[in-house]
């Protein structure tokens, strides 16, 4: 099983970027996909995730709710983060992580996903 995140940069507070993450060796809707974000200085946190094979369950951290989307494209076995409104706490490097379906609880916990992406930066300047 292999993550690769992309799509990262850098951006001024207002603007909008998409995240990827494209997957391999194995198929989408059999894992739960999440995005994580770590600031400097900061604890590694949940952003969003997704699962099921229509990806009609989502997760949002309330930090991010209404101004980032998670959705996933299973032909491509891709998972995208939309982030609009991007504010200077945004800032962070961001992962992507699979988690078994079946035995995840928490979704926002890093320690449920057990396969885990290279991280893209995201800068937002003010």
């Known amino acids: 099983v292999q993550l690769q995140a992309s799509g990262g940069g850098l951006v001024q507070a207002g603007g909008s970027l998409r995240l990827s993450c494209a997957g391999s060796?194995?198929?989408?809707?059999?894992?739960?996909i999440g995005w994580f974000r770590q600031a400097p200085g900061k604890e590694r946190e949940g952003v969003a995730c997704i699962s099921s094979s229509d990806g009609s369950s989502t997760y949002y951290a309330d930090a991010v709710k209404g101004r980032f989307t998670i959705s996933s494209d299973n032909a491509k076995n891709t998972v995208y983060l939309q982030m609009n409104s991007l504010k200077r706490e945004d800032t962070g490097v961001y992962y992507c992580?699979?988690?078994?379906?079946?035995?995840?609880?928490?979704?926002?916990?890093?320690?449920?996903?057990?396969?885990w992406g290279q991280g893209t930066q995201v800068t937002v300047s003010s």
């Open positions: 060796g194995f198929t989408y809707p059999d894992y739960v």
């Open positions: 992580a699979a988690a078994n379906p079946w035995t995840i609880v928490k979704r926002e916990e890093e320690y449920e996903y057990e396969y």
